[in-house]
């Protein structure tokens, strides 16, 4: 396995070429951050994941979480040196309220840190991507008293946090939530009940855990209507700060996964002995919505987590073409063999990675942006605007980059050859490891449904709309550049194929869901692509040419255009499509 | 206690170089890096301000165009302030020019108990500046530091040799090199780089310290030719029969290591 090298000069553009930080920079809120100062911080940041964090990714893999009878949970030994490290640097922090020890920096600097995070370990970086979800949902939600006693702690990452949703009969229907919460009459709660597939539900790496827990209270409305939120800590909390009583949580176990075996996956049992103390978080009933808050933050995290993943398999592949020899390329002296980087086919698995990162890291750093933006504008209708895009582009940050994921690093493993499907080389965990992504935090299902369900109605149809006319006008600006043209014309094409696909699904949405439904995923994949292609002609138009590095974002985006938008185009018939033939055949037959 | 070290801010190892064919030297118009055979420095100085209980770290580089991104790492670990010397009538200056500049750098702060220095930088591998500090600022110079300690008023090191090492009592004020590996260089920290921004860094010219830039025509030191490392030997590749054992004393034995 190749060592991480953090793609600096790439998260700079798609920091300030792609999503304009500058322009965030200059509002009121966040005038007290500078570009220099981002780009030295990234620079310090990428140092210390290649150095630090990316020689553990290995252990994670080969030593894995282990449970103990005692139901303790242990994690390799050198991530928790590697961890403390972490926290030492405060680099968690970064976009936090001041109050509690954050510096107040936009949201979308929290992502280039967590993009050289995950890249040089995802089993890990899990840890503190879920504290960082819990702390923006306890900034939201939780009273004075809980941001006090959790958030400092929680900010520099001495203290882990978890989201606990999931029961055995609660996966993606999380309003099927049994755990129950009762009150005591102090102002806690008792909890109860069994959590599934808990991430770093238990383990050695802080000192302390707070779970954030979904829970019914007596008398509760069914379904999501009647869920709450609570914040159980692993260790009760005393008055001076200091950690007290253990409380009523154990581990049952951890499961055995395909990928990403540094991160502990536990079963957890709520107050099976004196009952597990919590605190309701923001008010009863309201747990979902809450919830959402910490959801949307780690959707788009998750999504980060495909581009992470797909860059450093990508890193890895590179270096294996340009050492490996075989065959003869056309033009090459005979008698020697070739690296195999010379090979049409394999320039082809490189490019495909290469622009499908670019795009990747455009619809992310571009998602965070508009978050930014949101929070940032002065103004209620602009900051409806951003805030409507940036709503758009989480199932899409969500499931296209988690899903591109699997495409790419597939494609790494293929120029490794036999070697890639043998572990030694490394490359085998990055495929392993990317496969979870898809699955949790809300699945690509799920993400597609939200996407028709949910966005497709916003302002009805309007957001999409703009979008696909922003596209539309890219194209034209894109046509004036010669050796744009074929992508300037793939581009208004898949703009045009976007929006009769949108239409469509606007008028089935009422009169036939299930048609809606079928065409859910497909349509997702569409969107986001044009999306994508339209983020990097952007960028392909203002960025300077005569570089090298600013003639290979060119071409990646030419790529892209011509060779990749043209095959998401082609889904239009899916999504065009009626769900008979997906129903036609009796569940019977299907078996 | 006061501790200044000599930082040298170099072209990111981690991307290829190119040398200027004109001098043969490294080209280094771009940006530049703390060269890590420093941050051992950097690192030990902050350690012995730390069990002094009380002094402060500074930091001195000689750079071309103002450059500043090293030093800025060095400002995050926790030095203070710094002097930089960028002066293009530098350019191509030896080490012993560097050397005069250096402890010119030196004096412009006033001295200090203790100057820290690497061994020899990761991109030139002279070696020598250290010495030829030592020399002209008056200092005693210890070489190839492997740990110090500050005892009462005087230094003792363990100086690394090719046996092992020597035990080294020296008076204070002093000029020492460490070796790579002499400490474990900490990161800097969020808090760190934000409050780098605002530490001063002095820019002086050569003329500012009184040194005349010879520049290229009048370095002492030419580099007259520069050629292809030989490729490494292939290795013997013995299998085990389970008598491997006594090809490798064997072996060994021919190296008269053993
Ligand atoms: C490694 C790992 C870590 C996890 N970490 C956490 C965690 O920290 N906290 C937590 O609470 N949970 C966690 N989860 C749980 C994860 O979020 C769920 O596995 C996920 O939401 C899917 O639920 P499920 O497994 O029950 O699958 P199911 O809901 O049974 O889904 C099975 C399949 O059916 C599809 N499906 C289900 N319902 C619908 C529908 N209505 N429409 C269309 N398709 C549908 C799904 O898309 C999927 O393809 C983790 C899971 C894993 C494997």
Known sequence: ?591 | MNVIVCVKQIPDPASPGELDPSTNQLKRDGKLILDESDSYGVEMALQLVDAAGGGEVSIISMAPNGEMSGMRTALAMGAVKGVLVSDPALAGSDALTTAKVLAGAVQTLGGADLVIAGTESSDGYTGTVPEQMAELLGLPSVTFAKSVKVDGGALKVSRQTEEGFDEVTCPLPALISVTAGVVEPRYPSFKGIMAAKSKPVDTKTAADLGVTAAGWAGAQQAIVEVAQAAARQAGEVIEDDGETFNKIVEFLDGLKVI
């Not at chain 1, 919460?181 to 959590?195: L, M, Q, R």
């Not at chain 1, 502990?264 to 919830?291: F, H, K, Q, S």
């Open chain 1, 1 to 591: 396995m190749a060592d991480y090298r953090p793609p600096l000069a790439d998260i700079t553009h798609a920091l300030t070429t792609v999503a304009d930080l500058q322009s965030i920079l200059a509002t009121e809120r966040y005038s007290h951050v500078d570009v220099d100062t981002v780009v030295g911080v990234i620079e310090e940041v990428g140092r210390f994941m290649a150095e630090v964090i990316a020689p553990t990714n290995r252990d994670g893999d080969q030593i894995k979480a282990q449970w103990h009878n005692d139901g303790s949970v242990t994690v390799p030994p050198s991530f928790i040196t590697a961890y403390q490290q972490y926290v030492a640097t405060g680099f968690g922090a970064m976009p936090f309220d001041p109050h509690f020890g954050g510096a107040d920096f936009p949201w979308i600097t929290a992502i280039a840190v967590q993009e050289m995070l995950n890249s040089a370990n995802m089993g890990m970086a899990l840890c503190p991507l879920l504290t960082q979800g819990a702390i923006d949902a306890l900034e939201a939600h939780g009273s004075p008293d809980q941001q006090a006693m959790y958030l400092p702690k929680m900010l520099t990452g001495e203290w882990a946090a978890t989201m606990n949703l999931s029961e055995p009969q609660a996966g993606s229907d999380v309003g099927a939530v049994r755990a129950k919460a009762e009150p005591v009459g102090d102002g806690s709660w008792k909890i109860s009940g069994t959590k599934i597939w808990i991430t770093y539900g238990e383990h050695n790496m802080t000192e302390q855990i707070v779970h954030l827990v979904l829970a019914r209270t007596p008398g509760a409305p069914p379904g999501t209507k009647g869920i709450s939120m609570f914040v159980v800590p692993k260790f009760l909390v005393n008055a001076d700060g200091s950690l007290g009583k253990r409380n009523d949580i154990s581990c049952v176990s951890i499961e055995h996964k395909l990928g990403i075996h540094g991160s502990p996956t536990c079963v957890l049992a709520y107050g099976e002995n004196t009952g597990a103390i919590g605190w309701l978080v923001g008010e009863e009933n309201e747990g979902m919505r809450n919830m959402f808050t910490m959801m949307n933050n780690a959707r788009l995290s998750v999504g980060l987590q495909g581009l992470a993943i797909a860059e450093r398999a990508y890193q890895d592949a590179v270096a294996y073409a340009v050492e490996r020899r075989q065959g003869r390329a056309i033009g090459a002296p005979a008698g020697e063999q070739s690296p195999i980087v010379e090979h049409p086919d394999v320039r082809r698995l490189l490019m495909f990675q290469r622009s499908w990162i670019d795009a990747m890291r455009a619809l992310i750093y571009t998602n965070a942006a508009c978050l930014d933006q949101a929070k940032a504008a002065t103004d209620p209708d602009t900051a409806r605007a951003w805030r409507e895009r940036a709503d758009l582009y989480i199932p899409l940050s969500k499931s296209l980059c988690t899903d591109v994921a699997q495409e790419t690093t597939s494609a790494a493993v293929q120029i490794f050859g036999g070697m890639g499907y043998v572990e030694e080389t490394g490359v085998a965990q990055h495929y392993r490891d990317a496969r979870i992504l898809p699955i949790y935090e809300g699945t690509n299902g799920i993400q597609a449904a939200d996407l028709v369900g949910r966005k497709l109605s916003m302002r009805g149809g309007g957001v999409i709309f703009d979008e696909l006319d922003r596209c539309a006008s890219l194209a034209d600006r894109l046509h004036e550049n010669p050796s744009m043209v074929t992508f300037a014309a793939n581009l208004r094409s898949a703009a045009d194929t976007c929006r009769r696909a949108t239409a469509h699904l606007g008028e089935t949405a009422t009169s036939d869901p299930a048609t809606l439904l079928s065409a859910s995923s497909p349509y997702l994949r569409l969107l986001g692509t044009t999306v994508c292609a339209g983020l990097l002609a952007e960028a392909a138009l203002k960025v300077d040419g005569s570089t090298t590095f600013g003639a290979a974002k060119i071409t990646a985006a030419r790529f892209f255009g011509e060779q990749i938008l043209p095959a998401a185009e082609g889904l239009s018939g899916a999504v065009h499509a009626s769900s008979e033939d997906l129903f036609a055949i009796p569940v019977d037959a299907l078996i």
